[in-house]
């Protein structure tokens, strides 16, 4: 049994125990059936949006843990855990589906090896390791990507499946350079909520409403450009006039 943290008198559940609730809660119906859908299939425009913004962040997380192991690289399939010397036991593998029976029909390797990971850092943390306690969310981005039903993720050749384009398999610690990511809630569905406006924008500029639109996070013009594909296909760019603000490609 792992050890209960005793803060202010009050029992609480350990790291250990709240993670595997979280792990357990995952609706094993957003994944059973989809690991031959491609990522587009089974998410939003939106949704992919704002999923792209966790695994920035998860990416960012790790690129930060690197830098304070002055490692300069890891890969997405290994875990903190074994950054740090751990091994995974033989019978992991097993065990996860006995003690998640919520992920036994769920046919997608990376979701399940991270959730694993994650599991034993909470562990590592309830262990009071050094690094499991400095670093105690590194994987939030990451499991909350799973639980909003993003966990559709796999690799192909040498970077995520999904037209991510900026997520390789390996992770540089220079990832860690960067400025967090809001991935609260809130920010998350704006995310949502911004592309969808933008969608059916474009969708009324496409049957000939000209009517300009402002976008919802600066209230600056939104500015469509039309591109055609060397193949013939059209495509948008719609960008806010402010800079650094919404610019995304649509088709
Ligand atoms: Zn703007």
Request: aromatic share 14%; glycine share 8%; hydrophobic share 35%.
């Amino acid at each position: 049994m792992k050890e209960h943290l005793e803060i202010d008198g009050d029992k609480r559940m350990s790291y250990y125990e709240s993670a595997a609730k979280r792990i357990r809660n995952i609706d094993p119906n957003l994944y059973i059936g989809i690991s031959q859908k491609k990522y587009e299939e089974v998410r939003t425009k939106g949704e992919y949006a704002s999923d792209a913004t966790l695994i920035a962040e998860y990416y960012r997380r790790v690129g930060v843990f690197l830098q304070h192991l002055s490692r300069e690289a890891t890969g997405i399939y290994v875990g903190m855990d074994l950054l740090i010397g751990y091994r995974i036991p033989d019978d992991a593998w097993d065990n996860f589906v006995v003690d998640f029976p919520n992920f036994k029909d769920i046919d997608l390797s990376l979701i399940k090896l991270l959730s694993m990971h994650y599991l034993r850092w909470c562990a590592l943390i309830d262990e009071r390791n050094s690094f499991a306690l400095q670093f105690p969310d590194i994987y939030e981005p990451i499991i909350t990507l799973f639980e909003r039903g993003g966990g559709r993720i796999s690799t192909h050749h040498h970077e995520l499946v999904g037209g991510f384009g900026g997520f390789p398999k390996t992770i540089y610690a220079t990832r860690g350079d960067m400025n967090p990511f809001d991935i609260s809630e809130g920010a998350l569905e704006k995310i949502i909520e911004e592309v969808k406006f933008v969608e059916a924008y474009l969708e009324e500029y496409r049957n000939g409403d000209l009517t300009e639109r402002n976008c919802i996070r600066c209230g600056n013009r939104l500015l469509i450009h039309s591109h055609i594909t060397e193949y013939g296909y059209p495509w948008y760019k719609i960008k806010c006039e402010s800079e650094h603000c919404f610019n995304k490609n649509f088709s």
